[in-house]
Nanobody
């Protein structure tokens, strides 16, 4: 089993920055790609950013391109989401997720509990 624990959420004013972290533990050898998702109140959960095992390939939701950066430190078993120029519409619960090696890509077998990000005007 894999455990994912997010941290770094909070309240920030529009234009500000936050850095989310997600620490993995347990059977980390079974982790493949990592991702951040978010879910705003009354909306469906959406994929925000993904990063491959080696960290060489990243992808972003269009609305966060140029503002958010996903990265991973495999030595620390941690994935990050640096969020700059935050907007009120970025307000959501942010979830870390991991693909399982050998599983179907982007099905995310493992999930964290989420961390709240609130952006005020």
């Amino acid at each position: 089993q894999v455990q994912l624990v997010e941290s770094g959420g909070g309240l920030v004013q529009a234009g500000g920055s936050l850095r989310l972290s997600c620490a993995a533990s347990g059977s980390i050898f079974s982790i493949n790609a990592l991702a951040w998702h978010r879910q705003a109140p009354g909306k469906q959960r959406e994929l925000v950013a993904t990063i491959t095992t080696g960290g060489t390939i990243t992808n972003y939701k269009d609305s966060v391109k140029g503002r958010f950066t996903i990265s991973r430190d495999n030595a620390k078993n941690t994935v990050y989401l640096q969020m700059n120029s935050l907007k009120p519409e970025d307000t959501a619960v942010y979830y870390c997720a991991a693909d399982r090696k050998g599983g179907v890509p982007k099905t995310y077998a493992y999930w964290g509990q989420g961390t709240q990000v609130t952006v005020s005007l």
